[in-house]
C-alpha cells in the first residue's frame, strides 16, 4: 500500500471519527450545567448600545495620550 492510500484511508476513518469525538466533546462542555453564568456576558455582546454609540472608555484615551 503507498502512502497517499494509506493517509487517505487513515482520514476517512479515524479522523472523521476523531473529530467528530472532539465537536462533541466542545457541545458538551459549552453546554454543561453551570456554564450559564460564563456565557451570559457574551451572549448580549449583539443588543448592546442599540440606541447610542458605546461610551468612550477613559483608560484607552488616557494611555494613547501618554
Known amino acids: ?3 497517499y492510500n494509506m493517509l ?3 482520514a476517512d476513518r ?3 471519527l476523531l473529530l467528530s469525538g472532539f465537536f462533541l466533546a ?3 462542555w459549552v453546554f ?7 456565557y451570559e456576558n457574551p451572549a448580549g455582546i449583539p443588543f ?5 454609540p ?5 483608560t484607552a484615551d488616557n494611555a494613547k495620550e501618554t
Not at 454543561?32 to 460564563?38: H, L
Open 1 to 3: 500500500m503507498d502512502t
Open 8 to 10: 487517505a484511508a487513515f
Open 14 to 16: 479515524w479522523l472523521l
Open 26 to 28: 466542545v457541545v458538551i
Open 32 to 38: 454543561r450545567p453551570g456554564s450559564t453564568k460564563t
Open 48 to 52: 448592546r448600545n442599540e440606541d447610542k
Open 54 to 58: 458605546a461610551p468612550v472608555n477613559d
